[in-house]
């Protein structure tokens, strides 16, 4: 960062120059998955109650509808739409995954795209450009806030959220380098989410939000609106404010030269990532189990499963998504862990219960964030035992293409049968596409 350009404008100058000369094959590559993976959470959540809600407000308030929702047959204000697709997206908590940071974010992103993209047609590789730069710019402002933002209890998908999705939407907009940095300084004054929120609707409300509140202020920049020059770094400002402890050189240091978005992973589990390792070594166990009923369950972990993912008695599928020894008992009674091991009624099913019940998480503090072992106690039998080293979908071990798509198709189809395969071709197609027409047409349902 220079020290005569405020850290906004720094940071708007930087990504402005890498989306006018354009990025490589393999990052265009990545941010596909990561589009391709939020697309298909979007459409897979599409009727879930929640969502319903947000778009019969929306449609109670009027406005100008033109905005779609992917896999929805109405259109909606931009604003709406931006807010409805990213709580969607994030809703089942399986939308993509940056470990080191727990952001989410993919869901602010397409929210942006989604507000955007109906009346500002754009190429296929200009669209994956200003996505990943959007996901690179939420990650660059955790990385500065983390672990102190995260660790007061704000929900950092949301606080991160809003500039990001300020980035994404100003690329589309054709803004500046001037616009962009007050985009992004409008939107640092527009943060939200508490931790508090989670394993209710408000956690993915907060991404919707965030979408929301960055199309607000890209589009207020593109009418030179002003923010704060210092709104990021100055003594009343966003890291002030948000944060103990922060380092805004994070931002742009190697920005173009190192990328934090190549870490953004695809997730096997509907649930919070730290749950991963304990939940995958648990399928394992249970053809170990032949049908037999444990005793006791240790689950050996790190210090964060407990943190994140610590609650001991769910009672819906929302609050189960934080719970660790859920997933665990879920996957020693059913063998597979995916949304139907979510739904309120396997939460509170008698087995389930009993086995969560049974489990107790053991914190070990030289455990990585992606590994677990899990013990079993089983009536006269030894201790079966499993351990992950690197979970599946973790930076270490990421799903492949051929996961990836099976996910895609499987979310697809909850709500509309048969198209995945189009989904999938649509997203996987932008890095040559000269429109993307095909993209809104495939993944977006008729207007009613």
């Excluded at 589990?269 to 166990?285: F, K, N, Q, S, T």
């Excluded at 396997?346 to 455990?367: F, G, H, K, N």
Aim: hydrophobic share 45%; net charge negative; glycine share 10%.
């Amino acid at each position: 960062m220079t020290t005569t350009d405020p850290a906004a404008h720094e940071l708007a100058r930087r990504l402005a120059d890498l989306s006018r000369t354009g990025l490589t094959s393999e990052h265009r590559a990545h941010a596909a998955r990561s589009l391709l993976n939020v697309v298909a959470t979007a459409i897979g959540a599409c009727r879930d109650r929640a969502v319903e809600i947000v778009i019969a407000t929306a449609l109670d308030g009027g406005g100008e509808r033109r905005c779609p929702v992917p896999g929805r047959p109405e259109r909606l204000d931009p604003l709406s739409a931006a807010l409805a697709t990213g709580l969607a997206a994030h809703l089942d908590d399986f939308d993509d995954t940056h470990l080191d940071t727990v952001v989410h974010p993919g869901a602010a992103v397409l929210g942006a795209v989604m507000a955007v993209l109906p009346e500002h047609e754009t190429t296929g590789p200009r669209l994956l450009d200003a996505v990943a730069l959007g996901l690179e710019t939420q990650l660059r402002l955790a990385r500065a806030m983390t672990p102190w933002h995260y660790d007061d209890g704000w929900h950092i998908t949301g606080t991160v959220g809003a500039p990001g999705a300020a980035v994404t939407a100003g690329l589309l907009l054709g803004l500046s380098p001037g616009q962009l940095g007050n985009a992004i300084a409008i939107a640092s004054s527009m943060t939200l989410g508490h931790r508090e929120g989670f394993g209710t609707m408000v956690k993915p409300f907060h991404p919707g939000k965030a979408a929301a509140n960055g199309v607000l202020a890209a589009a207020l920049a593109r009418r030179d609106f002003t923010g704060s020059p210092t709104a990021l770094e100055g003594p009343r400002g966003y890291f002030r404010a948000l944060s103990p402890t922060a380092d805004p050189a994070r931002l742009t240091t190697e920005l173009g030269t190192r990328w934090e978005f190549l870490d953004n992973t695809v997730k096997p589990y509907p649930c919070g990532i730290v749950a991963h390792p304990a939940i995958e070594a648990a399928e394992r166990l249970h053809a170990r189990l032949a049908g037999r009923t444990p005793v006791a369950v240790r689950v050996r972990c790190h210090p964060l499963v407990a943190e994140l993912t610590g609650n001991p008695a769910p009672d819906t599928g929302l609050a189960a998504r934080f719970s660790t020894v859920h997933g665990v008992a879920a996957a020693l009674a059913d063998g597979v862990v995916g949304l139907a091991q979510y739904e309120d009624a396997r939460v509170v099913a008698p087995d389930v219960t009993a086995l969560r019940a049974a489990t107790t998480l053991v914190i070990d503090e030289s455990m990585a964030r992606d590994a677990a072992t899990v013990e079993v106690v089983v009536p006269d039998g030894p201790v079966l035992t499993e351990s992950v080293t690197h979970a599946r979908g973790s930076v270490a071990r990421p799903m492949t293409d051929t996961e990836l798509d099976l996910k895609v198709t499987a979310l697809v189809d909850r709500t509309r049968p048969g198209h995945g395969p189009e989904v999938i071709a649509a997203v996987r197609g932008l890095a040559s596409a000269t429109t993307c027409g095909d993209l809104l047409t495939t993944i977006v349902g008729e207007p009613a």
